[in-house]
């Protein structure tokens, strides 16, 4: 498999494994109104793209083996408690069955930890 095709799989993958596919259509499908909360979406999205594409290449310079899946769950296992934060919140806004900005937002701050750690 080629470099690219591997990095697509890893981006991917996160996206699956940690939800960001989820919060990025719950992204998509808030409601609004007027001119800011139009930016205030488009805002969230383009930060949960920007933070995938930035998880991805910790993956990535994390130099793990194997296959995409085996190197994303390599570097979710090593994430600890801030992936589960993750993983938590995700599971927890899906139970209610919708999201808004502020949720949404808090959800974006707990990806930017994983980027960070």
Known sequence: MSKIGHAARVYFGLGAALGLDWLRDQIEH???EGHWQAVARGTL???LYVLQRRLCERVLASR???D???CVAAWLKSGGETVANLG???REMRATGSADFPTLAVALQYVRR???R
Do not use: M, P
């Open 64 to 66: 793990a083996r194997g």
């Open 88 to 90: 938590r919140t995700v």
């Open 45 to 47: 999205r383009e930060d």
């Open 68 to 70: 995409a899946r085996e």
């Open 114 to 116: 994983l980027v960070e």
């Open 30 to 32: 808030l409601a609004v």
